[in-house]
């Protein structure tokens, strides 16, 4: 089974090097502009990913935070992860949740630790990638 992954940021060149990234190490990759772009998708239940990546600050300066709390609501088996240029600058927003559920990168991000940080994410409770 193909493991899928959403990726919002509104700068082309990082999606382009994201979906890159992640196609050569065999996910499937649906890129988004916008968070809304991305939150319609998860109406179709065939093309759901298995985690997110998720920019901030896309149209506004918290929409990011706005759709991970959306996400943790209404999807909680997605993993998800804020790839943002802001780094460990949002962790207060988090301050009462899990670390299971929070994971912040900083842009620009070296791809053999994002695709660590993903594989981690993804893996199930036998240590099997999902």
């Not at 809304?36 to 998860?42: I, M, P």
Request: charged share 25%; glycine share 4%; aromatic share 6%.
């Amino acid at each position: 089974m193909v493991l899928r992954i959403a990726h919002v940021d509104d700068d082309s060149d990082i999606r382009e090097s994201v979906q890159l990234i992640l196609k050569k190490d065999g996910y499937e990759v649906d890129s988004y502009l916008t968070m809304q772009d991305f939150l319609d998708s998860l109406k179709n239940n065939t093309i759901r990913p298995n985690l997110a990546i998720l920019d901030v600050m896309v149209e506004s300066m918290d929409s990011g935070l706005t759709t991970f709390a959306n996400l943790h609501k209404n999807y909680p088996e997605m993993q998800a992860i804020f790839l943002t240029s802001l780094g460990d600058m949002i962790r207060p927003y988090f301050e009462n949740q899990s670390h299971e559920w929070v994971c912040i990168m900083e842009k620009p991000v070296e791809p053999i630790s994002l695709l660590a940080t993903i594989n981690a994410r993804l893996k199930n409770k036998d240590g099997q990638i999902a």
